[in-house]
């Protein structure tokens, strides 16, 4: 059960801290891919949106399971460094072997690459007013500016986050507070409560160009 708590506290750092160290020349990843230019109806919406759930969780359990070796064999201090310098090879073998681009994306970050841009920050503005209203909050597919279609689900706050993202001192240990500090200087994701939103998958299909949404 301890092993398993701190695995969860874990994770919230990794997941975020995946994108920490990436090289300029992977916004150009995939330009060798052969794309299919689609319709994106609703019934493909759909087969994307299932295609996006699993793997999300794909992608938590790699995370999970690469902690878990990485606790046992070296210990927790370096496991929390493991997030900062580990994280990007998990999330890029995954996004290649799934012909998808995999980001984790927040307005507090904490690792600046993993800011929205503009139009994902209305996408995310949307879920916050959902979040607002207490509506029932789906994941969507919605095709960027290079005209892929991308899946986008909100991330909550569950009690476990707040170990890396609750209120330093109080909520995040006092050695972890400064391990995060250290490996994320610009670190704005904290004083988060529990049931808040905390950012969203995005999820881009390589493979597809959208010719036109047909509703």
């Given amino acids: 059960m301890k092993l398993n708590l701190i695995i969860g506290v874990l994770i919230s750092v990794l ?13 150009s990843e995939s330009k060798a891919t052969k794309t299919n230019s689609i319709q994106l109806t609703d019934s493909l919406k759909n087969v994307l949106i ?6 999300a969780k794909h992608a ?10 990485t606790i ?3 210990g927790m201090e370096y496991a929390i460094g493991f997030c900062n310098t580990e994280a990007m090879q998990i999330t890029d073998s995954i996004s290649g072997t799934q012909n998808a681009k995999i980001r984790r994306l927040a307005k ?9 841009n503009d139009a994902e920050s209305e996408i995310y503005k949307t879920y916050i007013l959902e979040w607002l209203k207490r509506e029932t909050l789906y994941p969507k597919i919605i095709t ?16 476990v986050c707040l ?4 209120v330093p001192g109080e909520d995040i240990p006092s050695p972890l507070a400064e391990k995060i500090a250290q ?23 390589e493979e597809y160009v959208v010719t036109n949404d047909v509703n």
């Fill in 50 to 55: 299932q295609r996006g759930d699993n793997i």
């Fill in 144 to 159: 960027d500016e290079q005209g892929h279609p991308v899946y986008y689900r909100p991330i909550g706050i569950e009690a």
């Fill in 183 to 205: 490996l994320y200087p610009e670190d704005k994701a904290i004083d988060f409560t529990k049931g808040e939103l905390r950012g969203m998958w995005a999820i881009r299909f």
């Fill in 163 to 166: 170990n890396c993202h609750g």
């Fill in 15 to 27: 997941i975020f801290s995946a994108c920490s160290n990436q090289q300029p020349q992977q916004e």
């Fill in 72 to 74: 046992k064999t070296n």
């Fill in 108 to 116: 507090k970050y904490r690792n600046p690459l993993n800011e929205t």
């Fill in 60 to 69: 938590q359990a790699a995370f999970q399971s690469a902690l878990k070796k």
